[in-house]
């Protein structure tokens, strides 16, 4: 136990070291991830439902349901944007890896009786050819991946898309994290967020400027187990993100403050891109 935990604790992570276990779709964890997105005042998992409401406003009114119909959302947790774009007009599937959210949206829907497409699948296995207008990818989720999960994950995209269809996403810029500095510590807990059990986390936050990647860590201690959980943002400025998104073949590329909709202003902690395919 000792020298694994010392395998985790005495040297800085390889950037994009994976985690020793699953997160999202972790049997306890993702109980807690469930919660957060069901609150509707928070912006953990999620962002409060207000906000969320207002985005999918906002997307059907730059992708119009009647002309863009076919919406794909990836990492669709349980379905919060999903059954809002259905309302709007939109045909939605949507994917996501947490098997306790894909099982709420299913259940949702069915209870609402409204027909939303759920599967429950890593989205960097799609293999769609053609078949959207709109694809979502919400709350910065682009930026936890590698280099060459991201290269995957757009050209994929990409292949999905139909002629002239636009993929929206969000991504935090290095002004998140601009004044935190590298930093340990550690909490007791008897039963929480991590684990049902008695647990220690000691968590670090680990800097690699030089890739404009952050790390948070925690390291989840209990009587008979250890587990790290790896948390990676790679930030993004607007020329890597454009970049990023010309070389997996995209014509056009809005930004704005917000998945609602906001101004994009360059000092700003977030920003949101709309990248279209070329039409035919
Ligand atoms: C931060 S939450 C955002 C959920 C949703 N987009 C929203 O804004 O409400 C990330 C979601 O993406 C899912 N996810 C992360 N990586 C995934 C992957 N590679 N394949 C499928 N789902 C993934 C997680 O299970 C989780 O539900």
New binding site residues.
Partial sequence: MLDKLLGYVSNKPEIYETSSSKF??DEHI?KG?LEA?LNPEWDA???NHNF?TKSVEWIASIANPVQYPELL??????G??AERFHKSGYHVTG????MR?IEYAINNAKTKDITITYKY????NITYQEQFDVI??????FS??SKHDRTRLLNSIYQALKPSGKFILDVFTPQQYKDRKEAKDWDYNEGGFWSEKVHICLNSFYRYDESSTMLEQTVVITKDSIECYNLWDHTFIREELEEDLQQAGFTTVDFYGDVAGDVYKPDGNLMCAVAKKKGR
Avoid: F, K
Avoid at 73 to 78: I, Q, R, T
Avoid at 136 to 141: A, G, S, V
């Fill in positions: 999202w779709d993702s991830m997105h998992a999620t962002r969320i959302d990836l990492g669709c947790g349980p919060l944007y994917i996501d890896y947490s959210s699948q890593n989205y960097l979502t990818l919400i709350y910065c989720d936890v991946m």
